[in-house]
């Protein structure tokens, strides 16, 4: 249930899933829920129009920061209840991080904020080099020191990968402790890469599913399509 590909041929099940590297691994969860498989297939809809897009994509993102944040950091507080004094629960510094992608990363903000409204932002640009075929930061506003953060980052597509890749190893050149990545769709090839490249980094990655492949365009078959043009409206 919400799988949308058949792990047989592409070897990624619902569930965690530990891909081993060189020097450790990345954790990839396949989030498998009802609600979930129910708002991507109506995301995935060409007829879905850019307002009802934007709704499904804050929803989803919700869901899947639920199971995203499983591990931030937390501490025992004392509080006063009306009736009684106990030891409850709250999360510990340094405040996570959240890192959306521009620009598309930009709709997917509202709903991780939703579920961790404490937690600070930071705004990541990457665009590739048509000549050098490079990754290149063309905006960055983020705090100086990631010393001991837990950084969400989000994007909706995870396609060729080249572009998370660059974005962990930002992240953790500036010392961040935990990178978690939440996308709304993965293509194998992608998945691939982050754990060839960045899978020493211990680093978890979250996905509603794993599609079958990319095409000649890199664009992830069956996909949404562009999701900054649809959230946007660019693509009516």
Same mark, same amino acid.
């Given at each position: 249930m919400g799988s949308a590909y058949d792990p047989? @041929?592409?070897?990624f099940t619902p569930g965690e899933t530990r891909l081993t590297g060189s /020097?450790?691994?990345?954790r990839l969860h396949v989030v498998d829920h &009802? @609600?979930?498989a129910h708002k991507l297939t109506q995301l995935r809809r060409v007829e879905t129009t850019s307002n009802v897009f934007r709704? /499904?994509?804050r929803e989803l993102v919700t869901l899947l920061s639920y199971e995203a944040s499983g591990d931030v950091g937390t501490e025992p507080v004392q509080i006063q209840t009306p009736v009684a004094t106990m030891t409850g629960t709250q999360l510990a510094g340094p405040k996570p991080l959240v890192v959306p992608i521009l620009r598309a990363g930009l709709g997917m903000l509202d709903g991780m904020? *939703?579920?961790? &409204?404490? *937690?600070?932002?930071?705004?990541l640009g990457m665009a590739r080099n048509e000549q050098t075929l490079d990754i290149v930061t063309y905006a960055e506003r983020l705090p100086d020191d990631l010393t001991g953060r837990h950084v969400f980052v989000l994007d909706p597509m995870l396609a060729t990968g080249g572009t @998370?890749?660059?974005t962990i190893r930002f992240l953790k050149r500036a010392g961040a402790a935990k990178v978690t990545c939440i996308c709304l769709l993965a293509a194998p090839e992608g998945i691939r890469r982050l754990e060839e490249e960045v899978g020493e980094l211990d680093v978890a990655l979250y996905v509603a599913a794993v599609d079958e492949r990319l095409d000649e365009n890199a664009f992830i078959i069956p996909g949404l399509g562009d999701a900054g043009d649809r959230l946007y409206g660019l693509a009516e």
């Amino acid at each position: 249930m919400g799988s949308a590909y058949d792990p047989v @041929l592409v070897g990624f099940t619902p569930g965690e899933t530990r891909l081993t590297g060189s /020097l450790g691994h990345m954790r990839l969860h396949v989030v498998d829920h &009802p @609600l979930i498989a129910h708002k991507l297939t109506q995301l995935r809809r060409v007829e879905t129009t850019s307002n009802v897009f934007r709704d /499904l994509t804050r929803e989803l993102v919700t869901l899947l920061s639920y199971e995203a944040s499983g591990d931030v950091g937390t501490e025992p507080v004392q509080i006063q209840t009306p009736v009684a004094t106990m030891t409850g629960t709250q999360l510990a510094g340094p405040k996570p991080l959240v890192v959306p992608i521009l620009r598309a990363g930009l709709g997917m903000l509202d709903g991780m904020t *939703a579920m961790i &409204p404490t *937690a600070e932002v930071g705004f990541l640009g990457m665009a590739r080099n048509e000549q050098t075929l490079d990754i290149v930061t063309y905006a960055e506003r983020l705090p100086d020191d990631l010393t001991g953060r837990h950084v969400f980052v989000l994007d909706p597509m995870l396609a060729t990968g080249g572009t @998370l890749v660059e974005t962990i190893r930002f992240l953790k050149r500036a010392g961040a402790a935990k990178v978690t990545c939440i996308c709304l769709l993965a293509a194998p090839e992608g998945i691939r890469r982050l754990e060839e490249e960045v899978g020493e980094l211990d680093v978890a990655l979250y996905v509603a599913a794993v599609d079958e492949r990319l095409d000649e365009n890199a664009f992830i078959i069956p996909g949404l399509g562009d999701a900054g043009d649809r959230l946007y409206g660019l693509a009516e």
